[in-house]
């Protein structure tokens, strides 16, 4: 299946200045933002400037540079938080949503960097 792009997701609008957000860092290839609704002391969303769906729409179609700018950009930003347990921080959970069954609500490909508390488990048993 080929991927289309809403280019009217609120992602999109906030890389196109439409809708304001708190930036944590900017680089040619990634954004990353607080999120509005934070699900632990640290969250912030990391998202890259191209127009791509999820994380395989991303791999499959994003250029070398955009990749490693993008996963660069995520480490960054784990670094300059202080949550990278190479810079003294406890640790992270980076997770990403996809489609229906991952409960993805914007359909942007973007990364959740959650820090700040121990998080529990990562999936409930159900």
């Known amino acids: 299946m080929a991927y289309v792009y809403d280019d009217q997701n609120i992602f999109a ?4 200045g439409e809708i304001p957000n708190k930036t944590v860092l900017e680089t040619d290839h990634a954004l990353a933002f607080e999120d509005i609704d934070p699900q632990a002391p640290t969250h912030v969303l990391v998202i890259p400037k191209g127009p791509y769906v999820n994380f395989d729409h991303f791999a499959g179609s994003a250029s070398e540079a955009e990749i490693a700018g993008f996963v ?19 640790g992270y959970r980076l997770l990403s949503n996809s489609g229906a069954d991952g409960v993805q609500e914007v359909p942007h490909l973007h990364v959740h960097l959650c820090a700040g508390r121990v998080l529990g488990r990562m999936i409930s048993k159900a």
């Open 13 to 16: 609008k906030i890389l196109r």
């Open 72 to 90: 660069r950009a995520v480490g960054q930003v784990a670094e300059t938080l202080g949550i990278a347990e190479g810079s003294g921080g406890n």
